[in-house]
């Protein structure tokens, strides 16, 4: 049974840091793809970044030069750093997961894609 599990998120000012982590139980992080989405209140979830076993990335524009994605396949764990965080930033951050995958930006961001789903963790960024 696949399990993932985020933490790291928290309250914190513009302009500042988070990084959040995604352990994955019983998935392998050495195939497919794996991605961060968000949802603010009252919007839909979006994707944030995607990472592909070939080691494509894919951001999107909104977060492109602030978060990046990486992987430690030895320990099964996904990391989403996020810097220079804006108030638009705010929402729940959920961590997801797609065996198979087609490696473009379009399909690694589209959360219809990915079957395995975390709880999420909360940001909340402060102006």
């Known amino acids: 049974q696949v399990q993932l599990v985020e933490s790291g998120g928290g309250a914190v000012q513009a302009g500042g840091s988070l990084r959040l982590s995604c352990v994955g139980y019983?998935?392998?992080?050495?195939?497919?793809?794996m991605a961060w989405f968000r949802q603010a209140p009252g919007k839909e979830r979006e994707g944030v970044a995607s990472?592909?076993?070939?080691?494509?990335?894919a951001y999107s524009e909104s977060v492109k030069g602030r978060f990046t994605i990486s992987v430690d396949s030895a320990k099964a764990t996904l990391f989403l750093q996020m810097n220079s965080l804006k108030f638009e930033d705010t929402a729940m951050y959920y961590c997801?997961?797609?065996?198979?995958?087609?490696?473009?930006?379009?399909?690694?961001?589209?959360?219809?894609?990915?079957?395995?789903w975390g709880q999420g963790t909360q940001v909340t960024v402060s102006s």
């Open positions: 997801a997961a797609a065996r198979t995958y087609r490696q473009t930006r379009f399909w690694m961001l589209s959360p219809e894609n990915y079957s395995y």
């Open positions: 019983g998935y392998s992080f050495m195939s497919g793809s």
């Open positions: 990472r592909a076993d070939t080691g494509y990335t």
